[in-house]
C-alpha cells in the first residue's frame, strides 16, 4: 500500500452529487483526480461543480498549492484507475450495479490501489463477495456536500483487511476529514441509522398532526440543532445532567425516555403524507430553488465551521 501522505493520484468513480464534491475535496488537497461517468455531461457538472465550491474550499484554508484543474475525465472506469493509488466509487446506490462495476474493474486497479465506496447503507461484505482481491474494498461513507461536510465513516465488510480500514482512516483524517471507524456492518452504517430514528419522528409528528413541517424543522434548526454542531448526543446529556453530569441525567430522565419511546410509531408514507411534506418545504422555500438553498446552507456551513475552528483553536 502506498503511504497515506504520499497519495499523489486518485479517481473518483461517477460524477454525481457526491462524486463531483469529492473531486473538489481531492483537488483542494493537491491530488490529480481522473473522473469517470458512464454520462457524458457529468464533465461538465464537475468543472461547473469544482468551480463553484473552491472559493469555499479556499477560505476553508484547503486550497494552498493546489489546482482546480489537475483533473481528467476518462470515458471508462478502467482507464480513470490507471495509476490511482486511492478510488473513491460514488456510482447509484444500487448493490447490483456496484457488484457489475467492481468485477469489471478488480483487474485494472493498482496491485496496492485501495477502493472506498461512498454507498449510504450498503454492505460491503454483501459488495465484495466473489472478488480476487476483497481485503482492498472498504465503505468510505461521507456527508453531503463531502468538500464540506468532514465525516466519513469507514466501515470494513468481512474480507477487508485491518490494514485497509487502518489506511483509510489515515489518508482520510490527513486530507481534512474526520474519519470514525463503524466497528459492525449495519445497513446505513452509524449516522444514517441516527437521523433515520429523527427523520421516523419527524414524518409522525406531520402524519399525526403533532406539529407542521415547518414547525418540526424549526424545532430542531432553533433547538437541539444548534447544539450538536458543537456537542453530539451523549455529551450534550451529560451536560444537561448539570453539575451531576451523564449519571444525573441518565437517575432523572431514563425512566422518561422509556415511556416516550413505547409512544413512537413508524409512520406509513401513505400519499396523504407525501404530499404534506413537499407541500410543508416548498411554503418553507419560499420560492427559493434547490441551486439557491445550496448556496445558503454551503455559505453558512463554511461560517459555522470556521466558527468552531476558532473556538477550538483557542481552546
Ligand atoms: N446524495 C447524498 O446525500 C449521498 C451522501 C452520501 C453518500 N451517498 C452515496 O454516494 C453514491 C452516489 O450518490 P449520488 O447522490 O452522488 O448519486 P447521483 O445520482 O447524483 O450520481 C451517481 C452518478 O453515477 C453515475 N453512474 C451511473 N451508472 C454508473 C456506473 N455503472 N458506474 C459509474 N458511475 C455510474 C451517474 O451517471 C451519476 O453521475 C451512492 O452510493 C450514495 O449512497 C450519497
Redesign the pocket.
Known sequence: MPQPDQVKRVAV???????ASWTAHFLAHGMHVAV????PA?EA?VRRFVADAWPALARLGMVAGASPDAWSFHAT?QQAVQGAAFVQ?????RAD??L??YAAIEDALEPDAILA??????IMSELQAGLRTPERFVIG????P?HLIPLVEVVGGKQTSPATIAWCLDFYNRIGKKAIHIRKEAPGHLANRLQAALIREAWDAVASGLASVEDVDTAITAGPGLRWAIMGPHMTLHMGGGEGGYAHLLDQFTSAFQGWWKTMRTPEVTDALRQQLIEGVNREAHGRGIGELSRERDALLVEIMEVIARGRAKG
Do not use: C, Q, R, V
Request: glycine content about 12%.
Open positions: 468513480i461517477g460524477a454525481g452529487t457526491i462524486g469517470t461517468d458512464p454520462n457529468a457538472y472506469p466509487e460514488n456510482a447509484p446506490e450495479m456496484k457489475a462495476l465506496s461512498s454507498s449510504s447503507g450498503l461513507h461521507p456527508f453531503n463531502p
